[in-house]
């Protein structure tokens, strides 16, 4: 049962226009919401999180939306660059106060085009 | 500062094969976790530990598979008579729980398990 999905195994953009990765979710527990990067051979990396008390988030070229009523989130990076390639993890958790396990979607790999 | 550290970074078992794998978190950082990614999927979480203590082991597929942080630092996870579906990279993640922290989890590079 797969509680966070990315439904969308790959995507290729543009360099410089918008990269948009979706993210989908199951459980109404879920409380704290983060997206990692992961470049081959090392670790997944945090880029950007959000609250459920809050519908955005922005950090320089990344926002991530939270649409509760739907279980739904995305991340925006805005203008896309090369170094943006990467596999792109979603994540949730019941709380928010590092002590809780990570449930993470199966990914998304983001190829930009130069 | 140092990140998290994991060895080996790879190992190579044959079925049967007991293997050990090693974490350093983060120094200072109370949480350590595991994490299983099998090929083409995202991380799965095997095991948590505050301190010395485990307070989770909900994610462990077997009685094959033991986790230990004995002195609330460095953590082991062992694996015996390792299958070929033990195949997997094992992240180990650190954090900083409580009031300022943002949930984020600190991960090491991962140690790629093949078992033959």
């Known amino acids: 049962d797969q509680q966070v999905k990315q439904n969308s195994p790959s995507l290729s953009v543009q360099e410089g226009r918008i990269s948009i990765l979706n993210c989908d979710y199951t459980?109404?527990?879920?409380?704290?919401f983060l997206w990692y990067k992961k470049y081959p051979a090392e670790g997944p990396t945090f880029l950007i999180s959000?609250?459920?008390?809050?519908d955005k988030n922005e950090d320089g070229r990344f926002t991530v939306f939270l649409n509760k009523s739907a279980k739904h989130l995305s991340l925006h990076i805005v203008p896309s660059q090369p170094g943006d390639s990467a596999v792109y993890f979603c994540?949730?958790?019941?709380?928010?106060?590092?002590?809780?396990?990570?449930?993470f979607g199966t990914g998304t790999r983001l190829t930009i085009i130069p | 500062g140092a990140g998290v550290s994991q060895s080996p970074r790879y190992k190579v078992a044959k079925r049967g094969q007991d293997v050990a794998l090693r974490c350093d978190p983060i120094?200072?950082?109370?949480?350590l976790f595991w994490y299983q990614q099998a090929l083409g999927q995202g991380p799965e979480f095997l095991t948590y530990f505050q301190n010395e203590a485990q307070l989770d082991k909900s994610g462990l597929p077997s009685d094959r598979f033991f986790a230990e942080r004995p002195e609330g630092s460095v953590s082991t996870l062992k694996i015996q008579r390792t299958q070929q579906e033990d195949s997997a990279v094992y992240l180990c993640a650190s954090s900083l729980p409580g009031t300022g922290s943002n949930g984020e989890q600190y991960f090491g590079p991962g140690t790629r398990l093949t078992v033959t």
């Open positions: 959000i609250s459920s008390i809050k």
């Open positions: 994540a949730a958790i019941p709380g928010h106060f590092g002590n809780e396990k990570l449930t």
């Open positions: 120094s200072g950082h109370v949480s």
């Open positions: 459980n109404s527990m879920f409380d704290y």
